[in-house]
């Protein structure tokens, strides 16, 4: 099957840098994504990684470790409408999502 | 440029009623897909179509049915609503293992 594991909630301060991250289990991988959703909104596809490394797109980034099946979403430079849920996404025979990250931000 | 377009966006049925939830796409994608999402839960996959004339359960298919009417379209039906299907409901498409595109969302209501 598949399954993946992220925090609930992560709190930080605006300015400041923040990082999410994503353990995953699935019988089959092609690559791990993450998406953003405000409150009351759809998800927003923000990244995807299918080889080990670090994808730096603007103030976000996010890295891959398919040997440890981890990855992790940075955010930096935080801004108060980066205040929203972010979900780790993989694709194996099908794409399944995260509970997802609740990330607060503090003035 | 319209995306991934769902009707309706808001919706009460009640116990027993049957609705379809209609999704359509303007991107040419291959894959589409059904998600429902509940607070703390997360998006589940209910069903989803690889390419025309396919279908395959996700993690949360009972109660629903779906079809892949054409490249474009793809429907989800709820035979006997259940309070239990209290959701808000997204559709995707999107190409192979990368990015999916979301409509704006069906909340539904079962009472």
């Known amino acids: 099957g598949q399954s993946l594991e992220q925090p609930s909630e992560v709190t930080a301060v605006e300015g400041a840098i923040v990082q999410i991250n994503c353990t995953y289990q699935?019988?089959?991988?092609?690559?791990l994504s993450w998406y953003q959703q405000h409150d009351g909104g759809a998800p927003t596809f923000l990244s995807y990684?299918?080889?080990?490394g670090l994808e730096e797109t603007g103030r976000f980034s996010s890295f891959l470790s398919r040997s440890d099946s981890y990855g992790y979403l940075l955010l930096q430079e935080l801004q108060m409408k980066d205040s929203a849920s972010y979900f780790c996404?993989?694709?194996?025979?099908?794409?399944?999502f995260g509970k997802g990250t609740r990330l607060h931000i503090l003035p | 440029n319209a995306g991934v377009t769902q009707t309706p966006k808001f919706q009460v049925l009640k116990t027993g009623q049957s609705m379809t939830l209609q999704c359509a796409q303007d991107?040419?994608?291959?894959?589409m897909y059904w998600y429902r999402q509940d607070p703390g839960m997360g998006l589940r996959l209910i069903y989803y179509?690889?390419?025309?004339?396919?279908?395959d359960k996700g993690e949360v298919p009972n109660g629903y049915n779906v079809s892949r009417l054409n490249k474009r379209e793809f429907s989800l039906r709820l035979e006997s609503a259940a309070p239990s299907q209290t959701s808000v409901y997204f559709c995707?498409?999107?190409?192979?293992?990368?990015?999916?595109?979301f409509g704006q969302g069906t909340r539904l209501t079962v009472v």
């Open positions: 995707a498409s999107g190409v192979m293992n990368t990015e999916a595109f």
């Open positions: 699935t019988s089959g991988f092609y690559g």
């Open positions: 990684n299918a080889l080990d």
């Open positions: 996404a993989v694709r194996g025979d099908k794409i399944i």
């Open positions: 991107m040419n994608h291959n894959s």
């Open positions: 179509s690889a390419s025309e004339g396919t279908t």
